[in-house]
């Protein structure tokens, strides 16, 4: 399996946190630490949107849409990256994706719903 894996999708109410995991496999651990990793949301019938960005080095940045309620993390000793989504809106209700911009490889998606 190349795919990395994510989890922790979920249904929630308006509010509240939800904490995405995304988990380097195989291909991907040799070259994980070095990696920049990406977070991506689709809506059915609307293009995929870029949700944030962390660095090698850690550094994050995020979309307007969810500054301030999402953050970024990752810990390389697991070969993880994390989402922490606080706060969530109905709006927020997409299929979450990693993604590995330097191979260009793409996670299954995970499916978030928040209920008003």
């Known amino acids: 399996q190349v795919q990395p894996v994510e989890s922790g999708g979920g249904l929630v109410q308006s509010g509240g946190s939800l904490r995405l995991t995304c988990k380097g496999v195989?291909?991907?651990?040799?070259?994980?630490?070095?990696?920049?990793m990406e977070w991506y949301r689709q809506v059915p019938g609307k293009q995929r949107e870029l949700v944030g960005t962390i660095t090698h080095h850690g550094i994050t940045t995020y979309a307007d849409s969810v500054k301030d309620r999402f953050t970024i993390s990752r810990d390389n000793s697991k070969r993880t990256m994390y989402l922490q989504m606080n706060n969530l809106k109905p709006e927020d209700t997409a299929v979450y994706y990693c993604h590995f911009p330097d191979v260009d490889i793409w996670g299954q998606g995970t499916p978030v719903t928040v209920s008003s």
């Open positions: 195989r291909a991907i651990l040799s070259f994980f630490s070095g990696s920049t």
